[in-house]
């Protein structure tokens, strides 16, 4: 993992092993504390949990893997979540991943060099009805239908991402 500012991470990291190591079950609470600081669950962070808790790293990663809400990928600031389930793929999702990567340069499970864009793949949003669809973060965008749509969307998070970058230089 590449990182500016590991030291001060771990340093953070310490911090949350140490307010959750004496309770009852300090894995989740710690990974949770361990992902909000690091963006995502490298191995060297889970082995680092593992090793400060004295727990074998095969139980700390047993954790990681078994929630979903546990990502050992980086994600991207904007992260794009195509829905694949069963009416959004008959009405264009794939299509959707496919503009994405040739608009992102990314595909599936993948993350832009900037960290600013990742894509996955996702199972019914609860959209159906206004399929295809997929969600940017926590916000839902329906009726894809079209790639000017799409482009639309994702010419909002470039302009995001752009700001994004500029004001954090
Ligand atoms: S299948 Fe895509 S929202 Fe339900």
Redesign the pocket.
């Known amino acids: 993992m590449k990182c500016k500012d590991c030291a001060e991470l771990y340093r953070q990291l310490d911090e949350v092993i140490e307010q959750n190591k004496h309770l009852p079950g300090p894995i989740i609470q710690t990974l949770h504390g361990a992902q909000k600081i690091f963006g995502y669950l490298p191995r060297e962070v889970l082995e680092y949990v593992a090793n400060k808790l004295g727990h074998p790293v095969s139980e700390v990663y047993g954790v990681a893997t078994f929630y979903h809400l546990f990502h050992l990928k980086p994600k991207g600031l904007f992260q794009f979540k195509v829905?694949l389930?069963?009416?959004?793929?008959i009405r264009g999702?794939p299509m959707i991943v496919d503009q994405l990567k040739a608009e992102l340069g990314i595909g599936l499970d993948e993350v832009s060099e900037d960290r600013m864009f990742s894509v996955e793949a996702v199972?019914?949003?609860?959209?159906?009805g206004l399929?295809?669809?997929m969600m940017v973060n926590d916000k839902v965008y329906d009726r894809l239908i079209s790639p000017a749509k799409v482009r639309a969307v994702i010419n909002h998070y470039r302009a995001l991402a752009a700001e994004h970058q500029r004001t954090s230089a």
Request: proline share 6%.
């Open positions: 829905c389930g069963t009416a959004c793929y999702g199972r019914c949003i609860g959209a159906c399929a295809p669809a």
